[in-house]
């Protein structure tokens, strides 16, 4: 069955490179490139890529990216590789595509600015923004290309689904249509590297220091900067053995400015709330398409939240949309939306998002093509479900907010307890935190999102807690709440939260498929595999306050309470839904010295073991709140 399999993949991979091949010729035969130093306000030019088809017997729109990341290749003769991508289909279109390196970046003039803030109030020419920026390039874009039919279209993935919701935020009369995806929105509540407040050390360290984002440029350039390495390759041995924030300090040198930035400002104050790109989210005109992914390992929290954020600030708005679906960090852009590590869709979900919702909405707006009145507020793949479905509003007018309550004996139930003193204690010691995976490897993985969580439920500073097998289906939709009610030993901890659904011991092994044959996870065990759900980290000194944190009281009776996060997920009958509280997940966050101390200025002597307890008690019941949805 397997060499047949791989017969059949090493097939459609022949037929896919002719396909391409196919494609590419057509591409350069139909389009130009061009490339371009577009004048800002300020004088500052920003080097644009622009590749235009060469028909000249109608008018085309604009489709356009700025990016942090390069839009190379440079030269006029070199060209993006579309035919590998599927910008392609855009091409097909007949679409004016435009890719810009912003501000400060590669080969445009002027200074980068990490998340530069919005200013909404722009008194002179020297008052820029990525807004402005993004303004006076449309205004280029359409006085100086030939045979643009006056509309534009912006979007982008991540760092550049940033620089999207600033693009909405210029109002350009000409721009229609906007689609931010997986934005980078807040770096101190939920994206990149801060998570409630906690510092996702792995992902800020390897950004600015390993791939060399972070490094200044004296002028500007096409030449990629250096990365650097490290001598051990085990991340979670190398972060510990590095040791507190101000070892990797010393690593990341003088010369990465932002890292400093981020030191300077452990609490959410002024500086964090003016780089909130929600603040961009008011008096939107261009229709909007939030896009993001259920099992985003960076940016899961930017795209539901920006998305809540322009329906709250343009109340009654015709076109504000949301799309998420079962996908990694970009997946909805790649060919193959099947699978997540070991957790399969049952469909091409991504090929599926690709043809039904993002190539109409922009050909709707820019092209007057098609009819997308019938889309959806609220596109969200179910998983669990394995579908789509689309609602009026997110969350779902149906859903019931029911308390999921913690049990002596590790047990999860719809009931509140009854005893009078009960609870669960482990021993966090930052010693020996607890690791996100059980794997051996460097960069952080995104199949730790639907990993199997069996491996940390055999640790003793792992609390695990399961319903019995449900009798039914539980459909959860929306945002996931924690309330612990807990005492430490010292006066500061993390709360990691898992939500798990634990699969029937009677499941065997994944489904084979042409698209996980050579997938290394095809043959893993699925009785009993407890998938990752979702999972949150809070930082127990910001439990009333992110801008004020405080320390706990030693052994004193506290209530923690934080937004796990949104799910959209059924846990089926016959499977069991699980939680798990643990106070360390290493090397994702960093280490808590569970010492009220300044985290970023911790010295060894500083780290100390904290007996954790977590009460299931009448007077002192912790909880999940789960928003069930009631059909």
């Known amino acids: 069955m397997r060499i047949i399999l791989l017969l059949i993949g090493l097939n459609a991979g022949y037929l896919q490179a002719n396909a391409q091949n196919a494609d590419s010729i057509w591409i350069v035969n139909n389009y130009t490139k061009m490339e371009r130093q577009i004048p800002m306000r300020d004088g500052?030019?920003?080097?644009?890529?622009?590749?235009?088809?060469?028909?000249?017997?109608?008018?085309?729109?604009?489709?356009?990216?700025?990016?942090?990341y390069s839009c190379s290749p440079y030269g006029e003769d070199k060209w993006m590789n579309f035919w590998d991508l599927y910008f392609k289909y855009y091409l097909r279109e007949g679409y004016i595509f435009v890719i810009q390196d912003v501000r400060g970046k590669w080969m445009s003039e002027g200074d980068f600015v990490n998340i530069r803030p919005f200013n909404p109030e722009k008194k002179n020419k020297s008052?820029?923004?990525?807004?402005?920026?993004?303004?006076d390039t449309i205004d280029w874009l359409i006085r100086n290309l030939p045979n643009n039919n006056g509309r534009v279209g912006v979007f982008g993935i991540s760092y550049p689904g940033f620089y999207s919701t600033m693009a909405a935020a210029s109002n350009h009369p000409a721009l229609v249509a906007v689609s931010p995806q997986a934005p980078v929105t807040n770096w101190f509540i939920g994206d990149?590297?801060?998570?409630?407040?906690?510092?996702?050390l792995m992902d800020a360290f390897n950004f600015y220091y390993s791939s060399g984002f972070g490094l200044p440029r004296s002028e500007p350039t096409s030449i990629a900067p250096s990365s650097q390495d490290v001598p051990v390759h085990d991340n979670y041995r190398f972060f510990l053995e590095t040791g507190p924030l101000p070892a990797f300090t010393k690593l990341v040198g003088d010369s990465v400015a932002f890292w400093n930035d981020l030191l300077a400002h452990p609490d959410y104050d002024a500086w964090w709330k003016a780089r909130d790109a929600r603040n961009a989210t008011g008096n939107l005109n261009p229709a909007m398409l939030w896009v993001g992914g259920l099992f985003d390992a960076e940016d899961h929290w930017g795209a539901w939240n920006a998305y809540k954020a322009a329906e709250m600030n343009n109340p009654g708005k015709d076109f504000n949309k949301l799309v998420m679906g079962p996908w990694y960090h970009n997946q909805w852009s790649t060919s193959d939306g099947t699978h997540l590590g070991n957790i399969h869709f049952g469909s091409n979900t991504s090929l599926w998002y690709q043809q039904m919702i993002e190539i109409p909405f922009f050909n709707y707006y820019l092209k007057d093509k098609g009819d997308i009145s019938k889309m959806a507020e609220a596109n969200v793949f179910m998983t669990g479900d394995n579908e789509w479905r689309q609602f009026i509003q997110w969350p779902p007018a149906g859903k019931q907010d029911k308390m999921l309550y913690l049990h002596e004996d590790g047990e999860l139930n719809w009931n509140s307890p009854l005893e009078s003193a009960s609870h669960t204690e482990y021993i966090s010691d930052p010693a020996k935190p607890v690791p996100y995976t059980e794997d051996v490897h460097f960069n952080r993985t995104r199949n730790y999102m639907t990993d199997d969580q069996r491996f940390s439920g055999r640790r003793p500073d792992v609390l695990s807690f399961k319903t019995e097998i449900l009798q039914e289906d539980v459909t959860v939709t929306g945002v996931v709440t924690a309330g612990l009610h807990t005492s430490i030993s010292t006066t500061d901890a993390d709360f990691v939260v898992k939500l798990i659904d634990v699969f029937p011991d009677s499941m065997s092994y994944n489904i084979i498929d042409v698209y996980s044959v050579d997938d290394p996870s095809y043959d893993y065990p699925m009785g009993g595999y407890e998938m990752l759900v979702h999972g949150e980290i809070f930082r127990g000194r910001y439990r009333n306050s992110y801008e004020v944190p405080e320390p706990f009281v030693p052994n004193a009776i506290t209530t923690v309470k934080f937004n796990v996060g949104d799910v959209a997920h059924t846990f089926?009958?016959?499977?069991?839904?699980?939680?798990?509280?643990?106070?360390?997940?290493?090397?994702?966050?960093?280490?808590?010295?569970?010492?009220?101390?300044?985290?970023?200025?911790?010295?060894?002597?500083?780290?100390?073991?904290?007996?954790?307890?977590?009460?299931?008690?009448?007077?002192?019941?912790?909880?999940?709140?789960?928003?069930?949805?009631?059909?």
């Open 44 to 68: 500052i030019r920003l080097f644009t890529s622009i590749y235009a088809p060469k028909d000249a017997t109608e008018k085309h729109p604009v489709l356009m990216m700025r990016t942090p």
């Open 127 to 135: 008052d820029i923004d990525e807004a402005s920026d993004t303004y």
């Open 572 to 631: 089926k009958k016959g499977h069991r839904i699980m939680v798990q509280i643990q106070s360390s997940w290493f090397p994702l966050a960093d280490r808590n010295p569970q010492k009220f101390v300044n985290i970023y200025e911790a010295r060894e002597d500083d780290f100390q073991k904290a007996f954790v307890r977590i009460y299931h008690e009448n007077k002192h019941a912790s909880f999940m709140v789960l928003p069930v949805l009631e059909e």
């Open 192 to 200: 990149d590297f801060h998570h409630n407040g906690a510092f996702f």
